[in-house]
């Protein structure tokens, strides 16, 4: 069993699109994040969610929108997408917000290439 | 303010040791992470030391961190074909579950 899945796992699409990325995570954890890995490997946080609240969003475009319906679902959806959104997206989610460790576990990565 | 550096390439002999580095800022940082990251997969964890430790080992891993000098260390013993990957470090400042990676480190292990 997959432990944290995003789907797709590829997305191409042209300038201007609106694309979404799901997440799903089946261990339970309370909070999930999405973070971005650009062509040079830097690994930045987007947003974060506990329990389905927002806790972290860094400083993203407004055309990047995280929903999370339930504690176990972080999709995140982007309008009119740009060049230099293509990248690879990670969802990850860790136990709650204040577990010892502090342990990601990362999906396999989503990767958005705009046109 | 939180940045994690780290010196972007390694490359080693197969059997020989490899020794990644890493610097970070925050002081206020409780854990210190080393991920590894395979092509075309996501992170791992390796390993990891809570701030108040100088050395953690387990198994060909030893993570040396120097509190004073913010430095962290992730060394591989007796390094294989299989260790290359893409190696990076991460803080976590104190607070909430939100790390801060460096940019990664690539090894590549040659015969």
């Known amino acids: 069993d997959t432990a944290v899945s995003q789907t797709p796992k590829y997305l191409v699409t042209q300038m201007g699109n609106d694309k979404s990325i799901k997440c799903e995570q089946n261990l339970g954890h309370d909070t999930m994040y999405w973070y971005k890995q650009d062509s040079k490997k830097f690994l930045k946080i987007m947003f974060s969610y506990n329990n389905k609240e927002l806790i972290i969003n860094e400083t993203v475009p407004n055309r990047f929108s995280p929903k999370s319906p339930d504690k176990a679902h972080l999709n995140l959806h982007i309008n009119s997408l740009e060049l230099g959104d293509s990248a690879v997206y990670f969802c990850?989610?860790?136990?709650?917000?204040?577990?010892?460790?502090?342990?990601?576990?990362f999906g396999e990565g989503s990767r958005l290439t705009v046109l | 303010g939180e940045d994690v550096e780290q010196s972007l390439f390694l490359s080693v002999r197969e059997g020989d040791s490899s020794v990644i580095n890493c610097t970070y800022t925050?002081?206020?940082?409780?854990?210190l992470y080393w991920y590894k990251q395979e092509p075309g997969a996501g992170l791992q964890l390796l390993t990891y030391?809570?701030?108040?430790?100088d050395m953690k080992q387990d198994q060909r891993l030893t993570v040396l961190l120097n509190k004073k000098d913010k430095h962290l260390s992730l060394r591989i013993a007796d390094t294989q074909t299989g260790d290359s990957a893409i190696y990076f470090c991460a803080e976590r400042p104190g607070g909430y579950n939100k790390l801060i990676f460096g940019a990664g480190t690539r090894l590549a292990v040659h015969p």
């Open positions: 990850a989610s860790s136990q709650r917000r204040e577990s010892v460790t502090g342990e990601l576990f």
């Open positions: 030391i809570f701030s108040n430790m």
């Open positions: 925050d002081s206020s940082s409780t854990y």
